[in-house]
């Protein structure tokens, strides 16, 4: 399996921004998918997470409201759209997969940078 992310740059606070994860092999709908952030000088962190059919979602408590995790199986692509983006949200942001629930994430991406401006 093989996670591709994009959709990272530079906006300001208040804008808005759609990152995009592809995935290419395994059976992309059998998967829970994750996104995970990380600053500078930080761990990385949860930020959501969606399950494989695209009805369960979670979200860190720094996002809920602003950011919204969604799917679609028949592009094997997940997104993350990013509203009322903060200079706090600033970090790569990383998306994986994993099989189980209470699982561990098995695969990451390489990440794509966030930077938002105040």
């Known amino acids: 399996v093989q996670l591709q992310a994009s959709g990272g740059g530079l906006v300001q606070a208040g804008d808005s921004l759609r990152l995009s994860c592809a995935a290419s092999g395994g059976t992309f709908s059998s998967y829970w998918m994750g996104w995970f952030r990380q600053a500078p000088g930080k761990q990385r962190g949860f930020v959501a997470s969606i399950s494989g059919s695209g009805t369960s979602t979670s979200y860190s408590y720094s996002v809920k409201g602003r950011f919204t995790i969604s799917r679609d199986n028949a592009k094997n692509t997940v997104y993350l759209q990013m509203d009322s983006l903060k200079p706090e949200d600033t970090a790569v942001y990383f998306c994986?997969?994993?099989?189980?629930?209470?699982?561990?994430?098995?695969?990451w991406g390489q990440g794509t940078q966030v930077t938002v401006s105040s």
């Open positions: 994986a997969m994993k099989k189980a629930a209470n699982g561990n994430y098995d695969f």
